[in-house]
């Protein structure tokens, strides 16, 4: 019983030192950031301090969130000045984020064109929606029922 105990206190010591041992090469080799400026993951820290870039959005994800996915909108490219499209179709693709569109040219707030075309770079992502544009609505005249049509009180009575 004796030898039995001598044998256990023997393996104690031998596995505490193993684990001091072990304790004392990992110190060495994690050192703090603050300490070691040439620590790779350092740099890697202050890079990810900065703020993300937005990603921007093609044509299909501008107008996804607009009623009737943009139809009747005015869209534009990023760096165009003074010209957008008053979109006037869409083809969408099954994913939703590709497609056809078509619309008309407006060139200072005002149609340059009459019949609507197809729009180029409609995948490229530099789009942005113009907040400020007239959308056609039934409350224009030339959508509205002309006057002389509209049946007066006195007609309905007769």
């Known amino acids: 019983m004796a030898a039995t105990l001598t044998n256990r206190a ?4 031998t596995l505490n030192i193993l684990r001091l041992s072990s304790n004392f090469l990992r110190s060495f080799t994690t050192t703090p950031s603050s300490l ?18 937005k990603k921007k959005k093609n044509l299909f994800e501008v107008a996804q969130f607009l009623p009737n996915w943009g139809i009747g909108y005015q869209m534009a490219k990023t760096h165009w000045v003074g010209v957008s499209y ?16 078509w619309g008309v040219v407006h060139k200072g707030g005002l149609p340059a064109a009459d019949a609507p075309k197809k729009i180029s770079g409609v995948h490229k ?30 007609e309905q009575t007769v």
């Not at 008053?86 to 497609?99: A, E, M, S, V, W």
């Not at 789009?127 to 002389?148: C, G, Q, V």
């Open 125 to 154: 992502r530099c789009w942005r929606y113009i907040p400020n544009s007239n959308k056609l609505t039934a409350s224009d005249p030339s959508t509205s029922i002309p006057i002389e049509n509209v049946p007066t009180v006195e």
């Open 36 to 53: 070691c400026p040439q620590n790779p993951t350092s740099a890697s820290s202050s890079e990810s301090k900065k703020p993300k870039r």
């Open 10 to 13: 023997a393996v104690d010591r």
């Open 86 to 101: 008053q979109i006037t179709k869409i083809n969408l693709y099954k994913d939703g984020k590709h497609g056809k569109a």
